[in-house]
C-alpha cells in the first residue's frame, strides 16, 4: 500500500503562483510513476504532470510553459509549481502514484485550486 499527503492549494488570483506538494509513504516501488491530475467541475481527470522513476516527465498540452514538476527521491516527494495561473486551471488536483509493474493505482484525498479575481 501507497499512502500519498497532498498540500499547497488554495486561492489565488489570474497570473499568479501556486506550488503543490505530494509525499508518498508505505510501500514505495522501484518502478513507478508519479504526479498531479486534475478535475473541474462536469470534465474527465486529465493529466497534469507526471514523473518515472527513470526521470521522464509528462505534462498535459493546456500546462506545457506554465507548470514545473519536480522530485526530490530522498524524501519520496514531488512538487507541482504552477505559474501564470489562468481560471481555467480551477480544479481539484489528485496526486497520484501508479505501480509500472503491477499497475495498483494510488491516489490522493485531493486539493483544491481555485484561480479567481
Known amino acids: 500500500q501507497v499512502q500519498l499527503a497532498e498540500s499547497g492549494g488554495g486561492l489565488v488570483q489570474p497570473g499568479g503562483s501556486l506550488r503543490l506538494s505530494c509525499v508518498a509513504s508505505?510501500?514505495?516501488?522501484?518502478?513507478?510513476?508519479m504526479g498531479w491530475y486534475r478535475q473541474a467541475p462536469g470534465k474527465q481527470r486529465e493529466l497534469v504532470a507526471s514523473i518515472t522513476s527513470g526521470g521522464t516527465i509528462n505534462y498535459g498540452d493546456s500546462v506545457k510553459d506554465r507548470f514545473t514538476l519536480s522530485r526530490d527521491s530522498a524524501k519520496n516527494t514531488v512538487y507541482l509549481q504552477m505559474n501564470s495561473l489562468k481560471a481555467a486551471d480551477t480544479a481539484v488536483y489528485y496526486c497520484n502514484y501508479n505501480d509500472i509493474i503491477s499497475q495498483n493505482n494510488y491516489w490522493g484525498q485531493g486539493t483544491q485550486v481555485t484561480v479567481s479575481s
Open positions: 508505505g510501500s514505495i516501488f522501484v518502478i513507478y510513476s
